[in-house]
């Protein structure tokens, strides 16, 4: 067959229109770059696959990042939101996190409206099939309609689509998600480059009719009275919040999976993939936690204008007619009418192990990847990667410096840093506590922290910068003069530092201090009751930095260092760190291979 070249050249093409690709397609129109989005289906972007909810711990912190760096998932969490919550008040400020149940419909629209209106930025319903080579850098793609487009960077984005494989109890069919088609070119190809590739697994729950629940049976779990928005520029949400419901299965729900569990293809064995350790479905469930006589069901509207429930906890691949015996079995739930049954879904990855911290891969130049694609699993873990992507690949045309956040700076340092370092053999999760520093690197700086960068980067205006810029300013004279105020013999500081005593009991001390922001009250709040924390937290940063400043030359000759045991030999070499400290991150690389590099490095600056 013919193939049509395609008139316009590009500088960005992005293939895949969900949560990373709609991220990373923003972020390069709108730092000056001609991009191209394709996608499958226009009708289904930025489809929330899953549950209709975005943040929670880890997740909350990487949304809240997105927004800090001019990125577009947290404004559409508030404008599409329904409920929001913030997680573990009642715990320390680190752990603190926004949670958000959205309406999937707006959710969609209000992200396609920004697309549509970006400059620079095209939208094309197509199928990718195959990229476009020359002497190992990528030039284009190719579609499953013979269409050839040029470009100068590709960003895959394409989710749980390569090689989809749905499974619905004993029914298999390739699948991206149910109701999609599958992508089947461009595995091939990415197997050609030389890209070592895996299998993973996720699964969804059914959805139900709303008017089919007995809700009396289930406890209310209501939004926040003040709801906290997500985007730093939302100065305030008013909306009418809607409920969600908590309900429990019980051991006769177990015993009806549990005699059915021949059926299911996780357990029958036709489900090869690895599945989501930390969202596990029930099957999973009852198989893990055989003492547990009851699991948590949560009771999520998908939307304002819908009837769909999302039944959260209920994740499963089991036989239809098992499905319904399990719904039957749970008291509420038992006339529920199924609109759409869970089905489980494998698909390929990418060993991450082979990007660089750019997100470009180490075999095909100008070429990234982002978003499930790498092996990761969630919405928020999705965009970050896509806004990385999108950035560096502008950055790459413009031969510009790279960039790359480390692990002190923020959440998405972390996951990135992780993904590229120790690679991941199931789907990638982030919480908390893998932030070593969670307690400077919280969802409630994030503009601090990233606003600079964003800036430097022309993803947010001069007003936003000089309103961070502001409120840094009006941080650091408060938390300075509430220690140098005295009251009686304590400092202002001193006395605040209670945990009792909050800003507004000091300002009836000394109301001659400047009225605050409760955003701003709430930063000088943390800064001076965690203050020797985060000082620790901070001089420990900067002995890290050290190390991490430790570059090591590109395309060093690891393999010429006598001494260093093979496994650390090996690693080296593949993963090739570009700092000492991310040299040390790399399991089985022990101190005293350190040493031997370090002086290798050295013997090679003297040469
Ligand atoms: C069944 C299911 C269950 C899930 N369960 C969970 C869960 O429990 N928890 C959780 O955190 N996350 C879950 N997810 C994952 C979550 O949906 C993803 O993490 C997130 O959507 C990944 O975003 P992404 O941008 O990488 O890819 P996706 O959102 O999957 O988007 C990929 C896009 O690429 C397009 N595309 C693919 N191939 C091509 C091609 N060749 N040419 C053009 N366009 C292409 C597709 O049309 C799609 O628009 C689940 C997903 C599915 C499908």
Redesign the pocket.
């Known amino acids: 067959m013919k193939e049509i070249k395609y008139p316009q050249k590009y500088d960005v093409i992005v ?7 709609c991220e990373a397609a923003l972020a390069a129109s709108r730092m000056g770059c001609l991009t191209l989005l ?4 226009l009708d ?2 930025a ?5 209709p909810a975005l943040g929670g711990p880890g997740k909350g912190h990487i949304a809240r990042e997105i927004d800090a760096l001019g990125g577009e998932m947290a404004k559409i969490i508030d404008r599409a939101g329904i409920q929001f919550r913030m997680l573990n008040t009642k715990k320390g400020p680190a752990v603190w996190a926004p949670r958000a149940q959205t309406d999937k419909r707006q959710y969609q629209a209000f992200m396609r409206q920004s697309l549509e209106k970006q400059n620079l930025l095209q939208l094309k319903q ?4 195959d990229l476009i080579i020359e002497k190992k850098k990528v030039i284009g793609i190719k579609t499953n309609t013979n269409l050839k487009i040029y470009a100068k960077t590709v960003i895959l ?6 090689n989809g494989l749905i499974h619905i109890g004993e029914t298999s069919m390739a699948g ?3 109701g ?1 088609c599958s ?1 089947l ?2 595995p091939k190809r990415l197997k050609k480059l030389g890209l070592k590739m895996g299998r993973l697994k ?3 729950p059914a959805r139900v009719h709303a008017a089919t629940i007995d809700y009396k049976l289930f406890d209310k779990q209501p939004g926040d009275k003040k709801p906290s928005p997500f985007s730093y520029e939302t100065k305030e949400l008013k909306l009418k919040q809607v409920l969600c419901y908590l309900g429990y299965t019980n051991k006769k729900t177990h015993q009806i999976i549990k005699r059915n569990l021949h059926r299911s293809p996780l357990y029958s064995g036709k489900i090869k993939g690895v599945g ?1 350790r930390y ?1 596990p479905s029930i099957e999973d469930k009852i198989v893990k936690f055989p003492d547990k006589d009851r699991h948590q069901v949560f009771i999520e509207p998908e939307g304002r204008d819908t009837c769909e429930i999302y039944l959260n906890g209920l ?1 499963n691949s089991l036989p239809q007619d098992i499905q319904i015996k399990m719904l039957e079995s749970i008291p509420g739930l038992n006339k529920a009418q199924i609109m759409r049954f869970g ?3 494998e698909y390929d990855f990418v060993d991450p192990t082979q990007l660089a911290s750019t997100t470009e891969t180490k075999t095909t130049q100008n070429l990234f990847l ?4 790498n092996g ?4 928020e ?3 970050c990667q ?1 806004l990385v992507a999108g950035i560096n690949a502008v950055l790459k045309i413009q031969k510009k410096s790279p960039f790359i956040m480390d692990r002190t700076q923020s959440y998405i340092g972390v996951l990135i840093d992780d993904l590229v370092t120790k690679g991941t053999n199931e789907p990638y ?1 982030l919480f908390t506590s893998r932030v070593e520093h969670r307690l400077i690197v919280r969802q409630d700086n994030a503009d601090l922290r990233l606003g600079e960068l964003a800036y430097k980067f022309g993803l947010i205006s001069k007003r936003r910068i000089d309103t961070i810029r502001k409120k840094q300013e009006l941080i650091t004279s408060m938390i300075n003069s509430l220690h140098k105020t005295q009251h009686g013999n304590n400092s202002l500081a001193k006395i605040l530092k209670r945990p009792q005593i909050a800003f507004a009991d000091i300002r009836k001390i000394k109301p001659g201090l400047k009225k605050l922001t409760p955003e701003i009250v709430n930063q000088v709040e943390i800064e001076i009751k965690y203050e020797g924390y985060i000082q620790r937290e901070k001089t420990l940063v900067n002995k890290l930095g050290k190390l991490e400043n430790k570059k090591i030359p590109e395309r060093f000759p690891f393999h010429k260092i006598g001494g260093i045991k093979k496994e650390a030999r090996e690693k080296l070499s593949k993963i090739q760190p570009r700092s000492i400290g991310h040299a040390m991150r790399i399991s089985g690389v022990t101190s005293s291979d350190i040493a031997l590099v370090l002086l290798h490095i050295e013997r090679a600056a003297k040469k």
């Open positions: 293939v895949g229109a969900g949560h990373a690709g394709t996608t499958i289906n289904t972007i489809q929330l696959s899953c549950n197509m199928m990718v099939t984005t394409t989710g749980t689509f390569l991206g998600r149910l999609e992508s070119g461009l996720t699964g969804t989501v969202c994740s089905y489980g879904i982002a978003g499930q694609i990761t699993t969630g919405y873990e999705a965009a896509g999760r």
